[in-house]
C-alpha cells in the first residue's frame, strides 16, 4: 500500500518561477560549484529550487576598490543582485550608516564642496550591508520599474554603470541611486525591518534638504518622485502628499531643471517627462480610500504642465494602441483634474451649470476606451482604469449629494 500510495504520489515538480524576475547574468554558486548548467532563473534557478538549496547570484564586492566597484573575476556575475529577503535587504542599512549618508548631503550643500570618492565610499558601506552594489540597484531598478516609471534618463543608466562613476559618485547621484534601490528592490522577509526605516527616513530627510537648498537640478525631483511613489505604494498617504508636494513646490520655483551632462533638448525632455509624473501622482495620492474616506481636493499649481493635460478625447484610443502607460495615464490625470475642479466648485457653489454632465461625460469616454484597448485578458492600463472609475464614482456621490436640500456639501 505504501508502495502504491508513493507510486501514484510522486514529488511535485518546483513551483514555477515569476517571470517578472527575469534571468540572471551569470550563473548561481551552487551549480558554478558543482559545475551544472544552471538555467539561470531568478530568484532561485529550478536546480537549487528541486534541492531545496540556498540559490545566490555570487557577487564579491572588491576589497581593493575603494568606492563600489566590482572585482574583476566577478564582472561576469555582478548584474543581478540576489533576490530573496535573507540574502538582499534594501533595508539593511545600520542606523550610523544612515547618520553619514544624511551628513554626506549636509556638507555637499553647506560647504559647497563634494568630495565624490568618499561618497561613493560611503555608499559602497551603505550597499554593502543590504547585500547589493550599485550596479545591480540600477539595473535591477531598469528591469523593474522604469518602463511604466520612466522618471530616470538613458543617459544617467549609462552614467550610472560607469566604472568611473561608481569611484567618484556625488551625493546627490548617491542619494537618487538609493531612492531607486527602495523602489526597486523587493521587500525582506525580516520581521524587525518595517517600511518606516533607517534608509528610508535618511532618503526622506536628505530629499528635504536638497528641495530646500539645492540647485535646480532634475535629481532633487528624481529623488521625490521616487521618494513618493515609495510612500504611496506601501500605504504611507500622508507622507506621499507631503513629499509630492515638495515636488509641486519644487517645480513652481523652478521652472527650468538641468541634468549635468546632458544637451538641453533631451534635459528638456525628461524634466517634461517628471513633471507629467509629479501629475499623476498628485492625482493618485488625492483617490480616496476606505481609511481617508472622501479628501478635499486640492488647487495645484503646476502651471507649467496643466495646459499639457487636456488633449482630444477623439484620439484617446489611439494615444491608447500606440503610447505607454504612463502618457495614458498622464492623459487620465488631465481629465480627473477638471473632474477635482468641477467637485471643489460644488462644495462652493459655483460650479458652473451643465459642469457635472461634461466631466462625467469625459471620464466615462475614457475609461471605455481604456477598457476596449487594454481588451479582456490584459492588466494593460489597470491603474489608469481605475484612477478613472474612481472619479467617476465620486462625481455620482457629489452630484447625488448636493441635489438633496438638506446636504449641502460632502463629509470629508
Given at each position: ?6 507510486a ?9 518561477q ?67 529577503g ?25 560647504s ?19 547585500g ?9 531598478y ?71 537648498s ?64 509629479v501629475?499623476?501622482l ?7 480610500t ?7 481636493p ?7 504642465v ?13 494615444i ?8 495614458v ?18 462644495r462652493k457653489?459655483?460650479s458652473?451649470?451643465?459642469s ?19 481588451g ?19 462625481l ?17
Amino acid at each position: 500500500m505504501q508502495a502504491s500510495a508513493s507510486a501514484s504520489d510522486p514529488t511535485p515538480p518546483p513551483p514555477a518561477q515569476f517571470s517578472v524576475f527575469g534571468r540572471a547574468a551569470g550563473v548561481c554558486r551552487q551549480c558554478r560549484a558543482s559545475k551544472t548548467r544552471c538555467d539561470k532563473i531568478l530568484p532561485s534557478c529550478n536546480r537549487c529550487v528541486s534541492r531545496k538549496a540556498r540559490c545566490v547570484y555570487g557577487r564579491r564586492i572588491s576589497t581593493s576598490n575603494s568606492a563600489g566597484g566590482v572585482s574583476a573575476e566577478d564582472r561576469e556575475e555582478a548584474q543581478l543582485p540576489p533576490q530573496d529577503g535573507e540574502t538582499a535587504c534594501i533595508f539593511g542599512a545600520s542606523l550610523d550608516t544612515c547618520y553619514k549618508l544624511v551628513g554626506m548631503i549636509s556638507v555637499a550643500l553647506l560647504s559647497g564642496v563634494d568630495d565624490a570618492e568618499q561618497d561613493a565610499l560611503l555608499l559602497r558601506m551603505a550597499f554593502k550591508a543590504m547585500g547589493l552594489t550599485t550596479v545591480s540597484v540600477v539595473q535591477t531598478y531598469r528591469r523593474a520599474v522604469h518602463d511604466w516609471f520612466p522618471v530616470v534618463s538613458d543617459d544617467q543608466f549609462s552614467h550610472f554603470l560607469d566604472t568611473h562613476s561608481l569611484t567618484n559618485c556625488p551625493a546627490i547621484d548617491g542619494m537618487l541611486v538609493l531612492a531607486m534601490g527602495l523602489v526597486a528592490q523587493p521587500p525582506c522577509t525580516h520581521q524587525s525591518h518595517g517600511i518606516c526605516n533607517s534608509l528610508y527616513k535618511a532618503v526622506k530627510q536628505s530629499f528635504m534638504l536638497l528641495q530646500t537648498s539645492a540647485s535646480p537640478s532634475i535629481q532633487v525631483l528624481q529623488i521625490g518622485l521616487l521618494l513618493s511613489l515609495f510612500e504611496y505604494g506601501h500605504g504611507l498617504d500622508q507622507e506621499a502628499e507631503l513629499t509630492v508636494s515638495a515636488c509641486t513646490a519644487f517645480c513652481d520655483s523652478h521652472r527650468t531643471l538641468c541634468i549635468a551632462g546632458v544637451d538641453a533638448d533631451r534635459a528638456t525632455d525628461k524634466a517634461t517627462i517628471c513633471r507629467k509624473a509629479v501629475v499623476i501622482l498628485d492625482c493618485l495620492i488625492a483617490l480616496p480610500t476606505p481609511a481617508t474616506s472622501e479628501r478635499t481636493p486640492k488647487e495645484s499649481i503646476l502651471h507649467a504642465v496643466a495646459v499639457s493635460c487636456r488633449s482630444n478625447d477623439g484620439k484617446f484610443e489611439e494615444i491608447c494602441g500606440t503610447s505607454s502607460n504612463f502618457d495614458v495615464l498622464f492623459h487620465v490625470a488631465g481629465v480627473v483634474r477638471e473632474a477635482i475642479h468641477y467637485i471643489k466648485d460644488e462644495r462652493k457653489g459655483s460650479s458652473p451649470a451643465n459642469s457635472y454632465n461634461v466631466a462625467e461625460s469625459r471620464l466615462r469616454s475614457v475609461c471605455y476606451a481604456l477598457i476596449r484597448a487594454a481588451g479582456p485578458n490584459s492588466f494593460m492600463f489597470c491603474d489608469s482604469i481605475a484612477l478613472a472609475l474612481r472619479y467617476v464614482q465620486l462625481l455620482s456621490l457629489t452630484f447625488d449629494t448636493n441635489i438633496k436640500p438638506d446636504a449641502h456639501k460632502l463629509p470629508i
